[in-house]
């Protein structure tokens, strides 16, 4: 039985083990002081790009002007799942605009696409404003993450710990150190292995998330190497069965 006992204290050790995270590697901005220069970021904008959705608002002083436009853009488009009605930009980066005809907005940002519009409506109505937001805003989220998939969001401004906790938020057992975002830059796509423990990503360009970026949070090294398979469920379930063995084995001397 003395010998069972000490297999099973060391079972139970290398369980505690196994299943323990050093507490720096749950902690995000481990380098922050009490006391921080702010960081100033350059948030890039996302481009608008063939296939995307747009929501095309005309405003003018003239509310029959604003009913012609956008009840236009409602008989033409419909509603979609988000309950918005909107422009599908075509293969071409074009979309077809009521009397105006279609306007390529490919490459561009939503002020200034808003700007082009406006410019062609000049010929037709003047003292126009044009509102231009994307529709069916997604982040996808995969890896290390209490919930994976692809996530909605309405904010103009989405950080990466925001669309991260959209998923639930990061495991224990995911890597804040190393975390990979993917984004579409106009025809290139870009990899970026992200340390989300550093303050000074608040200054980089890809601390806000933009539409359709795909991040994946690895597991951290200790692990993935020694226990690619490894949940704390399956450890429990292989200790007990090893546990019952031994005490079935103990009891039958």
């Not at 605009?97 to 406006?118: D, Y």
């Not at 037709?124 to 692809?150: A, P």
């Not at 539409?211 to 007990?240: C, H, M, Q």
Request: net charge neutral; glycine share 6%; charged share 20%.
């Amino acid at each position: 039985m003395n010998l069972f006992c000490h297999k099973a204290g060391i079972m139970f050790i290398m369980l505690f083990i196994i299943s323990c995270v050093p507490v720096k590697e749950l902690k995000y901005f481990n380098d922050i002081n009490e006391i921080d220069e702010p960081e100033v970021n350059p948030r890039v904008q996302k481009i608008i790009m063939p296939f995307d959705r747009l929501y095309i608002k005309v405003l003018s002083i003239d509310p029959q002007t604003s009913l012609i436009f956008n009840s236009s853009e409602e008989m033409r488009y419909g509603s979609g799942n988000s309950g918005v009605i909107g422009y599908m930009v075509d293969e071409n980066g074009d979309i077809n605009f009521p009397f105006v005809g279609n306007i390529r907005l490919t490459s561009l940002t939503t002020s200034q696409a808003g700007e082009k519009i406006q410019k062609a409506l000049n010929d037709y109505v003047s003292n126009t404003s044009i509102i231009v937001k994307y529709i069916d805003n997604q982040v996808t989220v995969m890896g290390e993450v209490l919930r994976q998939g692809v996530l909605p969001f309405t904010q103009d401004k989405l950080t990466i710990y925001e669309a991260l906790s959209l998923g639930g938020g990061i495991t224990r057992y995911g890597d804040r150190k190393n975390v990979v975002l993917i984004r579409n830059e106009g025809n290139k796509i870009m990899r970026y292995r992200l340390n989300l423990s550093d303050s000074r990503i608040a200054g980089k360009s890809y601390y806000y998330v933009l539409p359709n970026d795909i991040i994946i949070v690895e597991p951290l090294k200790a692990i993935s190497s020694s226990y690619p398979n490894f949940t704390l469920t399956t450890a429990l379930t292989s200790i007990t069965t090893l546990i019952a063995v031994l005490l079935f084995v103990g009891l039958s001397f």
